[in-house]
Nanobody, 128 residues
């Protein structure tokens, strides 16, 4: 399994930007699809974005589409989440996750079942 550590969280005002990073251990990072999820207080963990192992394909939750961008640098074993135009409702703990490159046909791209490794999370707080 790959080990993941997120960084880049913090406190910002509405409308500002943050970039989260997720550093992965191991030499097989480029074989994993990566995802970002978030969990707000009192709510279930929800899908934010997914990127294929090569970086060629990306997927987003409707709530962040057009504002967030997921990317990866396989040479640096790192996946990023650029978050622009942040809103108070984006406040949550953000988690990155790694999973097999191929997606079983019966599991949707937004499912947490696609991932077997998770980071400890990083807090993002957006004030109004």
């Amino acid at each position: 399994q790959v080990q993941l550590v997120e960084s880049g969280g913090g406190l910002v005002q509405a409308g500002e930007s943050l970039r989260l990073s997720c550093a992965a251990s191991g030499r097989t990072f480029s074989s994993y699809a990566m995802g970002w999820f978030r969990q707000a207080p009192g709510k279930e963990r929800e899908f934010v974005a997914r990127i294929s192992s090569s970086g060629a394909s990306t997927y987003y939750a409707d709530s962040v589409k057009g504002r967030f961008t997921i990317s990866r640098d396989n040479a640096k074993n790192t996946v990023y989440l650029q978050m622009n135009s942040l809103k108070p409702e984006d406040t949550a703990v953000y988690y990155c996750a790694a999973g097999p490159a191929s997606r079983p046909p019966l599991i949707n791209y937004w499912s947490s079942q696609l991932y077997g490794s998770w980071g400890p999370g990083t807090q993002v707080t957006v004030s109004s």
